[in-house]
Nanobody, 124 residues
Framework: QVQLVESGGGLVQAGGSLNLSCAAS?????????MGWYRQAPGEQRELVAV???????HYADSVKGRFTISRDNAKNMVYLQMNSLKPEDTAVYYC?????????????????WGKGTLVTVSS
């Protein structure tokens, strides 16, 4: 059983930056696994933002590539999302997610564990 808790969301002006953190508790086994971020904007479906394997491989949505950076601290079971050059269309609830064993790469939405989310609002 794994619990995920996000933090760092808030209100920021367009062009600004924000850093999200996710703390995982429970047992993280040393198999090939995925930690990362998804988001859901108002009236939209959930979409992948950025994910990273414990080996370091990363994948980003085209819409955030070059602006967002995902990182993991495997020893601390933490995953981060540094968001720069934020746009109003980045406004969404951001969810931390974890998949115990890699099934496909990049992953779909079938992650094993989800956090409750943290709201990011980007004003014009």
């Amino acid at each position: 059983q794994v619990q995920l808790v996000e933090s760092g969301g808030g209100l920021v002006q367009a062009g600004g930056s924000l850093n999200l953190s996710c703390a995982a508790s429970g047992t993280i086994f040393p198999r090939i696994n995925i930690m990362g971020w998804y988001r859901q904007a108002p009236g939209e479906q959930r979409e992948l933002v950025a994910v990273e394997l414990n080996s370091g491989s990363t994948h980003y949505a085209d819409s955030v590539k070059g602006r967002f950076t995902i990182s993991r601290d495997n020893a601390k079971n933490m995953v981060y999302l540094q968001m720069n050059s934020l746009k109003p269309e980045d406004t969404a609830v951001y969810y931390c997610a974890y998949q115990e064993t890699l099934r496909r790469w990049p992953p779909d939405d079938a992650m094993d564990y989800w956090g409750k989310g943290t709201l990011v609002t980007v004003s014009s």
